[in-house]
């Protein structure tokens, strides 16, 4: 082999080996890449069940106050039903006098 072919086959072996690193750091980097966007799946499907119960949650608060609400204007309509009677009850105890 001459002096020339000896130097290109040189270089061509060296070009090999950065290739090899190369796809070796390639291959771990690939690997912590995967292993991040798991924890981060995880992440996002923990978070996205929270999301769920506390928009459960929300709900329930919502129709618990519109029940209390409801509720509340039950006892403000009994009480002015009660003052009408209460009134009426006058106007007949004046009327028989």
């Not at 928009?55 to 009480?79: C, H, M, P, S, W």
């Amino acid at each position: 082999m001459t002096d020339g072919q000896e130097k290109t086959l040189s270089n061509f072996a060296v070009r090999v080996r950065q290739i090899m690193q190369l796809c070796d750091k390639l291959r771990r980097e690939n690997c912590e890449i995967r292993e991040q966007l798991d924890v981060k799946n995880s992440e996002i499907e923990s978070l996205t069940m929270k999301f769920r119960q506390l928009e459960r949650q929300y709900e329930n608060l919502k129709t618990a106050r519109i029940i209390e609400v409801k509720q509340g204007d039950f006892t403000r309509a009994k009480t002015k039903i009660d003052d009408l009677i209460n009134e009426i009850d006058n106007c007949i105890r004046l009327l028989n006098e």
